[in-house]
């Protein structure tokens, strides 16, 4: 059995015997992967190999977790994660895999996101107003994106934000005090049992959705 195999046994253990593990969902370790890859950068900027190791398996358990969780639903499977990936990484390398050459990175950028360009087209629709948003890590980030986006392109969100609210709270707010209400917040969540994170970012979302309803509703 290959060290791979070994884990997802492991895993699967867990998931039959233990009450933490079986209680986890994908909502619930969205924190832990913030968590494990932030430590995992962490180990990257020091330069630590050997507690490398240790975390890019932190981050590797996460991977399978998700993935036995969805298996468990009748979704997908480790193998199919790991399969579309390779398949992808086959697609997108045409030069090394096809009869193409390549010479320079910037080249291979280029075609990557033409190739990548062209899926999305041939794709399901996205989502308009905010196609080009950044990758979802921070809650903080990622709300403060939406926030910018809504606020530059004029988006309508009457009755989606209390502007009225925003307005009030942005007079006289400072960077001291700012962090100070942010603290105390958080620190709320926590007694309350609340993960505050994943409240921003289920919150964000929604905006993100009712704007989005709200510009379809005018087409």
């Known amino acids: ?26 909502e619930s370790l969205t924190r832990c992967l913030i968590d494990e890859v932030s430590e995992l950068l962490d180990t990257i900027d020091r330069r630590d190999l050997p507690h490398m190791r240790e975390e890019l398996g932190d981050v590797l358990i ?42 320079t990175s910037d080249q291979v950028i280029t075609q990557w996101e033409a190739i990548k360009a062209q899926e999305k087209k041939n ?9 080009q948003m950044p990758p979802r890590l921070p809650a903080l980030t990622f709300a403060e994106a939406v926030a910018k986006r809504i606020e530059k392109d004029q988006l309508p969100a009457d009755g989606v934000v209390d502007t009225g609210r925003v ?15 942010l603290f105390e917040l958080t620190a709320a969540c926590r007694q309350r049992g609340l993960d505050p994170e994943m409240s921003l970012r289920l919150e964000t979302e929604r905006v993100m959705r009712d704007v989005e309803s709200k510009i379809q509703s005018r087409v």
């Open 167 to 181: 307005a009030s709270l942005a007079a006289g707010l400072t960077a001291e005090n700012a962090g100070r209400q």
């Open 1 to 26: 059995m290959s060290a791979i195999d070994e884990l997802r046994d492991t895993m699967v253990k867990l998931r039959a015997g233990c009450p933490w593990d079986r209680e986890q969902t994908h």
């Open 62 to 103: 996460q991977v399978v977790f998700h993935a036995l969780i969805a298996e468990e639903g009748g979704h997908f499977n480790f193998d199919d994660v790991a399969r579309e990936i390779n398949e992808k990484l086959i697609r997108r390398h045409p030069h090394v895999f096809g009869s193409g050459r390549l010479d």
């Open 123 to 131: 794709g399901p629709a996205s989502s308009t107003a905010f196609k």
